[in-house]
């Protein structure tokens, strides 16, 4: 009997540490509001919630080591702002192909940034961030923020979590978890476009 239970908690102990992982649990941080947010009305999109981000690394590409996202999508060109965290498997999967699109397109018809949220979900230090930074060799410009209440604002209920912001600061599109090469090229497409005919 008390081999059953060992062998029952221990895979209890396997599943939480696997959904710990994947990004399912979060362990630190502020409660989220209760249900999805109210959905904009037809056609409209919501104006994106201003941040300020202190850069790791790619001050150049957004104009300064600690930047307001607002100032970033002033500059004229759309924004891709990836949140991800340095324990995070999916983020860690996800990234090269972000610095793959950076590489062919990125950093001239849009701004990709990489935003460490680790300290905030459990899912890593601002340190483990950066290494992961330095292990996967991105270029792309990355930083993280110092607002402890980042997921509710972007309500950010999974990750990674990427969100397309036009030129005028209104989100066209958040996606919730990993994504492919070929998702990131058509949702950074409808993005430029979305933005051009504003």
């Not at 201003?50 to 500059?75: C, F, H, N, P």
Request: hydrophobic share 45%.
């Amino acid at each position: 009997m008390a081999a059953q239970r060992r062998i029952i908690l221990g895979l209890l102990l396997l599943i939480g540490v696997f959904l710990i992982a994947a990004g399912v649990i979060r362990l630190a941080g502020p409660p989220r509001p209760k249900g999805p947010p109210a959905p904009a009305p037809s056609g409209q999109m919501l104006p994106a919630p201003d941040i300020e981000i202190t850069l790791y690394q790619g001050e150049e590409a957004v104009g300064g080591k600690v930047v307001l996202l607002s100032q970033v999508w002033a500059r004229g060109r759309p924004v891709v702002v990836n949140f991800f965290a340095g324990l995070c498997p999916p983020c860690r999967a996800e990234m090269p192909d972000l610095q793959r699109l950076y590489r062919q397109s990125g950093s001239t018809r849009f701004v990709l940034i990489g935003v460490d949220i680790g300290p905030y979900t459990g899912l890593g230090t601002r340190e483990e961030g950066q290494a992961l930074l330095r292990t996967l060799g991105i270029t792309y410009p990355a930083g993280t923020v110092f607002d402890e209440n980042i997921l509710d604002v972007y309500q950010i209920l999974g990750m990674p979590t990427t969100v397309f912001i036009t030129t005028d600061g209104r989100i066209l599109r958040k996606h919730v978890g990993l994504l492919t090469f070929e998702q990131m090229e058509t949702f950074t497409d409808e993005l430029v476009k979305a933005s051009s005919a504003r």
